[in-house]
């Protein structure tokens, strides 16, 4: 790792390099890699072994990994950054304030951004899905119509985004995760070639989903929901960040 960027005071942008990273692709649009993390800060970093299941550490434990959406230009450079939400006290938000060395990488999985040859677009995520929203944003049609609605916990969260229609919703104490982002699904107009893309806590996903899908009836290939984390875990999931 080479250096740490706060990007607002709940995100951080983490720089890694390394001699392994040079001729790694540049991954599409809201792709994601995953991190091996020690599993203390401070703790020697222990490389576990696949046995055609899972990883597992020589203890017989799981290590702690973590998925982050990749940040990277040029496939012949050592650097690549992920960036990490300081929410909590989990693993990533413990690394990223410690700033250790000696991370491994694999990766970059799929992209998931919404296919770029629709005339309207709905991207709906939390403070999580931001660095993923930016990707999406940057390779969608100059001439398409994007609405784009953000839930935050605090008014710090925010920062530009390359679009001119962006929501910032905060959420209400005591609401759950993602009542802000469906209540946005509910009130969107979305014409027959309208593209939905959503990503945050995994329960709010699925209520999005169910809206989506069951109750307006629209096509799953249009649409691409994603959840990032879950409310009281601080294991392994498909997080962009913790």
């Not at 890694?16 to 091996?36: E, K, N, Q």
């Amino acid at each position: 790792m080479v250096r740490t960027e706060a990007r607002t005071p709940r995100l951080v942008r983490v720089t890694l390099a390394g001699d392994s990273l040079v001729g790694m692709p540049v991954p599409p649009a809201a792709a994601s890699v995953r991190l091996l993390l020690p599993g203390a800060p401070g703790a020697p970093l222990v490389i576990p072994e696949w046995n055609g299941n899972e990883f597992l550490l020589p203890d017989g434990g799981r290590p702690v990994l973590r998925t982050f959406t990749p940040w990277r230009d040029d496939p012949e450079s050592d650097m690549l950054a992920i960036d990490v939400a300081l929410h909590g006290t989990g693993a990533a938000a413990a690394w990223a304030a410690a700033a250790t060395r000696g991370a491994p990488l694999s990766g970059p999985g799929r992209g998931s951004a919404p296919e770029p040859d629709a005339r309207t677009y709905l991207l709906l995520g939390d403070e999580s899905a931001l660095p993923a929203i930016e990707q999406v944003l940057a390779v969608l049609p100059p001439s398409a119509s994007v609405q784009v609605v953000v839930e935050i916990v605090d008014a710090s969260a925010r920062f530009p985004l390359p679009v001119e229609s962006v929501e910032w919703r905060l959420r209400p104490d005591g609401a759950q995760p993602g009542d802000t982002l469906l209540a946005a699904a509910r009130a969107a107009r979305l014409d027959d070639d309208a593209r939905v893309w959503a990503a945050g806590e995994a329960a709010g996903m699925q209520r999005i989903r169910r809206h989506l899908f069951e109750e307006r009836g629209l096509p799953r290939p249009r649409t691409v929901i994603r959840g990032y984390w879950k409310v009281g875990s601080a294991g392994d999931s498909d997080a962009t960040s913790e």
